[in-house]
């Protein structure tokens, strides 16, 4: 077990163009969150898997943003049509999800930069 | 809606010394969750200490121990004997007990060990 891992580590992308970023969970865990987190806030919840299901979406998450966990391990975020708004880290973490109190175990985050 | 604010955006310390950071909070949840997360400079995020709110006793690991007030609503933690490998922004974060499993987290504080 090699704990959150996420790809990739840096994207740079121009305005207007889509990106795809990839989280792969610890292994067991059947929780998993997508956080951004921009330059001296806290990371802000954006949307939350239980197994293959999402279920729940922030506000945040708007129509240009989609999440996917297919099979209930992986999961992608999309952002289409990029906006420089958008630059932030994207932070992805799991959790075991056996009880409430079940800590966050987060990956390294993908550090998007559009210009 | 539940927040977090830490007051203190930047903190130092001198080695071995003890330093507080200091977190409230606002809920009108009577059951939850708090936890302390380190995220030194250009690493992932990980879990220093968590506290149940219907525990009166205060969480401790380690060097790591906190103070948990909950008619205050507030979860201070305390570092003793603050080592260089200290330094590093920590986050408060509060997660309602019940679906979803949703944490908020404050904006966090730059805690620095000076040698």
């Known amino acids: 077990d090699t704990g959150v891992s996420q790809d990739p580590r840096h994207k740079i992308t121009k305005r207007g163009q889509n990106v795809t970023f990839r989280c792969d969970p610890i292994?067991?865990?059947?929780?998993l969150y997508w956080y951004r987190q921009t330059l001296g806030q806290g990371p802000e919840f954006l949307t939350y898997?239980?197994?293959?299901?999402?279920?729940?979406k922030s506000r945040l998450l708007s129509d240009r943003f989609s999440a996917e966990r297919p099979k209930g391990s992986f999961s992608t975020l999309e952002i289409q049509r990029t906006e420089q708004g958008d630059s932030a880290m994207y932070l992805c973490a799991s959790s075991l999800g056996t009880g409430d109190n079940s800590p966050l175990h987060f990956g390294n985050g993908t550090r998007l930069t559009v210009t | 809606a539940q927040t977090v604010t830490q007051s203190q955006p930047e903190m130092s310390v001198q080695e071995a010394e003890t330093v507080t950071l200091s977190c409230t909070y606002d809920t009108s949840e009577s059951n939850y969750y708090l936890f302390w997360y380190k995220q030194p400079p250009s690493r992932q995020m990980i879990l220093v200490i968590r506290q149940e709110a219907y525990k009166q006793q205060n969480a401790t690991e380690n060097r790591f121990s906190v103070n948990f007030q909950k008619a205050a609503k507030s979860f201070s933690l305390k570092i003793s004997d603050s080592q260089l490998g200290d330094t590093a922004m920590y986050f408060c974060a509060f997660m309602k007990h019940g679906a979803g499993n949703q944490f908020y987290f404050g904006t966090g504080t730059s805690l620095t060990v000076i040698p």
């Open positions: 292994s067991e865990h059947n929780r």
């Open positions: 898997f239980q197994n293959e299901a999402q279920l729940e």
